[in-house]
């Protein structure tokens, strides 16, 4: 299996303290830790969202840290797709326009203004948020939103989706749908690597990165667990082991 | 997407776009008739001083004069382009009437004359050389909205009824400013005339290009030619034309200058208050990848539709208000042939502010940059207080500001008009501190009538003081060793002084100061060392004070004593009387007094000769004053309004837990008054400070580049500090009430609702 995210000796600021690990291409990974570890700022290293004091990092064969700031955006329009726990929108733009935004002219797409409307659709139909296509962002609810979020995220059919907390925010019915997304995008072959502090949701990933103090202190396989009570028992024990 | 984002922002944001385009279309609005009108004021100028053909030197004389001298004296000059002498018939101004209004209170030289031969034209309303008939009279432009003339009517002069044939513009003496008038009759009529005045000489010269006309000064008065009388210059000419209505446009630039400095402070503010609301949407388009020009691209485009669209209407307004503003200039001046090239300076000048409306944005806009993805999501939470790059809202200072330069937008241009409209102005101008101004010009023997007139003086028991200035021609010895006229008024100074802009008055016998153009041309400062030559005998002098003075062709000199006298040239008393209020009787007992001797005195009121002479730029300077007020108030109004809605919407919380406490709406507002009231006190006293203070530095620079040096401010300070005062303190305190009213919509269970 290839290699999408590779990540070798990476310091920040004393947050993060010599992290190396690597994710494969069709892994679902969880980054799991408690408040301080430097989960969100591995990411944002990761990410290239900014840039880490030393280490490297190779996303499908590139390596970011040496990458302007300029060609670090460029680099993250059109390989990598982003979901945050705030579900940041413009407000002055409805929930479609949103979505089309990074494969718009203004992130510079080339697909025509059919095509992007076509894809923004077909994305809002599979994540059941078609009908809400005219909506503002004000007049949806955070599930919805958060579900606008990751179409807008896959309108560049990114080679890797960083997700930060995707279900922070939301309540404990719209986090099991947001969930349900997330699991059939991997399925069908997004590789997605997300920050969280619910074992329940890391259950649903194929591994686990457990951070304490800038390091990485474990990891956890649940490939061949079948989904359901025994897997997110399987994490809850292991987290014990941590000191979770 | 761009286009939607833009139409969607300014929608959302209505008040923002409002107030911002608003502040871009009134800067493009001023600056665009500052361009308008200066073009039209100069183009007009210079048009019609180009079809009159003004003389390059012109220099008046009263007594003999021998055509022949003068003739050769141009034939033999190789700068001489043409020549001719005029005649002017000075009359009595109580011989006047215009259609019922008597001159007799006019402090204007007023006389007849004929069309000129070769050039020095008069002209009619459309700028073509006036031909007159026989029984008609053409008068001067200025006295048309002065009486409310119109053609057709009567003017008599002594006996003589004659027709108003039309009105004339004389691009000598158009302005108020020149202390002559000259009405325009026909040959035979003007021989008819005669008996009624006494004859005057306008001897007048037209150079070739590139002539030296100071070099051509100095070598008519060195071949001994006829000079009694003052000799004025095409350049003293224009600026004589153009002071009275450049000074209102110098005000309107100066409005212009701290309106665009409020539009860059208040868009600058608005759009950080934008920069911070949008700190997350900022951050999520950098973190899915937008570059940062691209996002700076978002704001930019809103702001340059809105200068797009301020633009095309401040042009719009500005052209529909200069053909207001500038009908005085029209009339007196006639059309400008630079209407292109004053649409093509308006639309340079409307470019130029929003050029710099819009690089102050794009400077603001970097302030993104700085802003990176990880800090803006990371920011959503903790707390901001410690993070130094967080955009500002700094709204008090912001608002104090403007009203300060609100303030200063009202007070300058005020006291420009409380400093123009007082008697003491004149002293900036080379005119004594005197309450009456008796001269005697351009008659024979003025040495025997000033001896007579200062007796008259000395007995009068109603004249608590009086000085006598006697003025001749000396040479001044240049570096060089070559040598230059100058006109010497000598006498006790010190009792009605000028304004000194250096030094002081000459007392001691070796002491003379000099006018400031003078000054400038000889290249002396006080305390530099002077040579005159009166009648062959070289006196040493040291320069003692520098004075302003546009009178007798701006260069001129003031001494206590001249060693030796030089042939007078006139003479000047200044008077006070013991009794202020009875001066208009005194000085009509004096001119029959005076003309039962025989001695000739134009005697002046100076309030009068004020209102004379600056009546016109004094209106003009008070409906600039008025605009400026106007244009203050709206802008304070709109800033405090805008920035008193901000901040309710950023207390929206607090006030609603307020309310929710058992605040009452009045009880809210009246924290939100309490908070204004060091704002606006402040605001209002660095306004009337720096009003004052740089205000006058900035009116003194103006007015020095015209050749009125050590300019200071005669402050009406009831009207500055207590109706400017009172204005901003009433503006401010609707806007506040006004921005407040959303208070009233603000619920006490909305602080209790989660914020998302």
């Given at each position: 299996m290839?290699?999408?995210?590779?990540?070798?000796?990476?310091?920040?600021?004393?947050?993060?303290?010599?992290?190396?690990?690597?994710?494969?291409?069709?892994?679902?990974?969880?980054?799991?830790g408690p408040s301080g570890s430097g989960k969100s700022t591995l990411l944002y290293q990761v990410s290239g969202m900014d840039r880490a004091d030393s280490g490297k990092v190779w996303v499908d064969g590139t390596e970011i840290c040496s990458l302007s700031e300029d060609e670090r955006a460029k680099f993250r329009l059109e390989r990598m797709g982003f979901v945050f726990q705030q579900m940041n929108m413009l407000k002055n733009l409805n929930l479609i326009d949103n979505i089309m935004l990074p494969a718009s002219r203004l992130g510079k797409g080339k697909s025509s203004g059919k095509e992007i409307s076509n894809r923004a659709g077909l994305l809002m139909r599979k994540m059941g948020i078609e009908e809400l296509a005219e909506r503002r962002i004000t007049e949806v609810s955070g599930g919805q939103l958060q579900r606008a979020c990751i179409c807008r995220s896959m309108m560049k059919q990114p080679k890797i989706l960083f997700a930060d907390e995707p279900t922070g925010a939301l309540n404990h019915g719209a986090a099991q749908e947001v969930m349900e997304e997330f699991t059939r995008l991997n399925r069908e072959g997004t590789t997605i690597l997300m920050v969280t502090h619910d074992s329940k949701v890391a259950a649903k990933c194929g591994r686990i990165l457990y951070l304490l103090d800038g390091s990485i202190k474990g990891e956890l396989s649940l490939a061949g667990l079948p989904e359901g009570q025994r897997r997110e028992e399987r994490v809850s024990r292991w987290l014990d082991v941590m000191g979770w | 997407m761009k286009t939607r984002i833009l139409w969607n922002d300014i929608k959302g944001n209505r008040l923002l776009a409002v107030s911002t385009w608003l502040f871009m279309a009134v800067s493009a609005f001023m600056f665009a008739l500052t361009c308008f009108l200066f073009v039209s004021l100069l183009g007009s100028v210079d048009t019609l001083m180009e079809k009159a053909q003004t003389p390059d030197f012109l220099q008046m004389h009263a007594g003999e004069i021998s055509e022949e001298a003068l003739e050769r004296f141009a034939e033999g000059n190789k700068n001489v382009q043409e020549y001719q002498t005029l005649y002017f018939l000075n009359l009595e101004n109580s011989a006047i009437t215009l259609s019922g209004h008597s001159l007799?209170?006019?402090?204007?030289?007023?006389?007849?004359?004929?069309?000129?031969?070769?050039?020095?034209?008069?002209?009619?309303?459309t700028n073509e050389i006036i031909r007159v008939s026989d029984g008609e009279i053409y008068v001067p432009v200025c006295y048309r909205q002065e009486y409310g003339l119109t053609a057709g009517e009567n003017v008599q002069i002594g006996e003589d009824i004659f027709v108003i044939g039309g009105f004339l513009?004389?691009?000598?003496?158009?302005?108020?400013?020149?202390?002559?008038?000259?009405?325009?009759?026909?040959?035979?009529?003007?021989?008819r005339l005669k008996r009624v005045g006494s004859e005057e000489y306008l001897i007048e010269f037209l150079l070739y290009e590139g002539a030296d006309v100071n070099a051509f000064a100095t070598e008519y008065t060195d071949a001994g030619l006829p000079s009694n009388g003052p000799a004025i210059t095409k350049p003293l000419i224009r600026l004589m034309n153009a002071l009275s209505d450049g000074l209102?446009?110098?005000?309107?630039?100066?409005?212009?200058v701290v309106l665009l400095l409020i539009s860059m402070l208040c868009i600058r503010f608005t759009l950080l208050t934008q920069l911070e609301a949008d700190r997350r949407e900022i951050g999520m388009l950098k973190a899915v990848g937008i570059s940062k020009g691209n996002i700076r691209q978002i704001y930019f485009l809103k702001f340059l539709a809105l200068s797009g669209l301020g633009a095309v209407i401040g042009l719009l307004l500005a052209m529909l208000a200069q053909g207001i503003l500038s009908a005085h200039m029209q009339e007196l001046y006639g059309a400008s042939e630079n209407g292109s090239i004053g649409f093509l300076a308006a639309f340079a000048g409307v470019a130029l502010t929003e050029g710099v409306l819009l690089i102050s944005v794009g400077r603001t806009l970097k302030r993104t940059e700085k802003l990176s993805a990880v800090e803006a999501l990371a920011g959503q939470q903790g707390d901001r207080k410690d993070d130094k790059r967080r955009i500002p809202s700094p709204q008090y200072l912001i608002v104090t500001l403007v009203i300060g330069l609100g303030i200063f937008m009202m007070t300058l241009p005020r006291n420009l008009l409380s400093t123009i409209s007082s008697p003491k102005f004149v002293t900036y101008m080379g005119i004594g501190d005197g309450e009456i101004r008796l001269d005697i010009r351009q008659t024979e023997d003025i040495a025997g009538k000033t001896g007579q007139m200062e007796q008259l003086l000395a007995e009068d028991e109603q004249v608590e003081r009086s000085v006598t200035l006697r003025t001749t021609s000396c040479r001044v010895y240049l570096p060089d060793g070559s040598h230059t006229a100058l006109q010497v008024e000598y006498g006790d100074h010190t009792v009605f002084p000028v304004t000194y802009a250096a030094g002081e008055a000459p007392i001691g016998e070796n002491e003379i100061a000099l006018s400031y153009l003078c000054a400038e041309d000889l290249g002396l400062s006080v305390g530099d060392q002077l040579l005159l030559l009166i009648e062959d005998?070289?006196?040493?002098?040291?320069?003692?004070?520098?004075?302003?003075?546009?009178?007798?062709?701006?260069?001129?000199?003031?001494?206590?004593?001249?060693?030796?006298?030089?042939?007078?040239?006139?003479?000047?008393f200044y008077v006070s009387l013991n009794d202020w209020a009875v001066r208009q009787q005194w000085l009509s007992e004096y001119a029959d007094t005076l003309s039962d001797g025989g001695i000739s005195v134009k005697a002046v009121d100076i309030q009068e000769y004020v209102a004379d002479t600056y009546g016109q730029t004094i209106r003009e300077i008070r409906m600039a004053a008025q605009v400026a007020v106007m244009a203050a108030v709206l802008v304070m109004f709109v800033v405090v309004v805008l920035f008193t809605r901000l901040l309710v919407a950023k207390d929206r919380g607090d006030i609603?837990?307020?309310?929710?406490?058992?605040?009452?709406?009045?009880?809210?507002?009246?924290?939100?008054?309490?908070?204004?009231?060091?704002?606006?006190?402040?605001?209002?006293?660095?306004?009337?400070?720096?009003?004052?203070?740089?205000?006058?530095?900035?009116?003194?620079?103006?007015?020095?580049?015209?050749?009125?040096?050590?300019?200071?401010?005669?402050?009406?300070?009831?009207?500055?500090?207590?109706?400017?005062?009172?204005?901003?303190?009433?503006?401010?305190?609707?806007?506040?009430?006004?921005?407040?009213?959303?208070?009233?919509n603000i619920r006490a269970y909305e602080c209790c609702v989660e914020r998302v």
């Open positions: 290839s290699e999408i995210l590779v990540v070798k000796h990476l310091y920040k600021d004393g947050i993060l303290k010599d992290i190396s690990f690597t994710v494969n291409v069709g892994e679902m990974t969880a980054v799991m | 007799v209170d006019s402090t204007q030289d007023n006389g007849v004359c004929v069309q000129s031969g070769k050039f020095d034209y008069l002209l009619d309303s513009r004389d691009s000598q003496m158009n302005s108020m400013m020149a202390s002559s008038k000259r009405f325009l009759v026909s040959e035979s009529d003007y021989e209102m446009i110098m005000v309107i630039l100066l409005v212009s005998d070289v006196q040493e002098y040291i320069v003692c004070g520098i004075y302003s003075d546009i009178t007798n062709g701006g260069k001129t000199a003031k001494a206590a004593s001249l060693h030796g006298d030089g042939p007078l040239m006139w003479s000047v609603s837990l307020r309310k929710a406490i058992g605040f009452t709406g009045r009880d809210i507002k009246g924290l939100y008054f309490f908070r204004y009231l060091p704002v606006v006190l402040i605001g209002i006293l660095t306004g009337i400070v720096s009003g004052n203070l740089l205000g006058e530095k900035l009116a003194g620079l103006l007015l020095k580049s015209l050749g009125a040096a050590g300019f200071h401010f005669l402050i009406d300070y009831k009207t500055v500090c207590l109706g400017i005062s009172a204005i901003a303190v009433v503006t401010v305190f609707c806007a506040v009430l006004f921005g407040l009213s959303e208070i009233r």
